[in-house]
């Protein structure tokens, strides 16, 4: 049994789900998510120790109005713990001139936030990542345990838009890629049946 734990930011209640979760379902599942592109972001806040960052393939628009987003922490430790507890944060819709970045923040024990990384802080002071397509800035609403991870959810409160727009990046089969603009069909062709 898996569980599952909500904890709600306001007056409503927090509740405990079991999940089944059958083991011999761990290897497919994994499988089928590394043949599932996913797009790119780097999360960014300021803790006690100064800024930290991650990279994340699981950053999702949840509503636009109100403005949401959510995405998960694998971990508590190091740069997730202070993502985790921070008020506000930025998160960093990379494109495709940020493979490099996103791979910085992706490795344990990078140099982030070095004199040759192009980055300031806000006025409200989230580090800001300059070079990176749209950034949003966010508060945290909740916060759902499931296993290991955590999933938080936020409110964007600011949309920072890029100085120019690029094809986005994207991670495949663990791998870095940067999408075409070539499209296989037209909003027009598809169907939503």
């Known amino acids: ?3 599952v734990t909500t904890k709600l930011v306001g007056t409503q209640p927090v509740s405990d789900v079991a999940v089944d979760s059958a083991p011999s379902i761990r290897n497919a599942f994994v499988e089928a998510f590394r043949n599932h592109p996913a797009g790119v972001s780097i999360i960014t806040a300021t803790g006690n120790d100064g800024p930290a960052g991650i990279t994340s393939s699981s950053v999702i628009s949840i509503s636009a109005d109100p403005a ?6 694998q971990s508590l430790r190091g740069s997730a713990s202070v993502i985790a507890s921070a008020s506000s944060f930025v998160v ?4 495709s001139a940020n493979e490099q970045l ?3 923040f992706a490795t344990r024990g990078a140099v982030r936030f070095g004199d040759d990384m192009r980055w300031s802080f ?3 002071g989230e580090p800001f990542l300059h070079g990176t397509g749209h950034a949003l800035r966010a508060v945290p609403l909740n916060a759902t345990t499931c296993g290991s991870a955590v999933i938080v959810t ?9 100085q120019h727009v690029s094809a986005p ?3 495949h089969d663990r791998t870095y890629r940067n999408l075409s603009s070539h499209n296989i069909s037209s909003k027009e062709g598809m169907s939503h049946d």
């Open 102 to 104: 996103a791979a910085t």
């Open 122 to 124: 806000l006025s409200t």
């Open 169 to 171: 990046l994207v991670y």
């Open 68 to 73: 949401v987003l959510a995405f998960s922490l």
């Open 154 to 162: 936020a409110r964007v409160v600011d949309v920072i838009d890029p």
């Open 1 to 3: 049994m898996l569980s």
């Open 92 to 95: 960093h819709l990379a494109n």
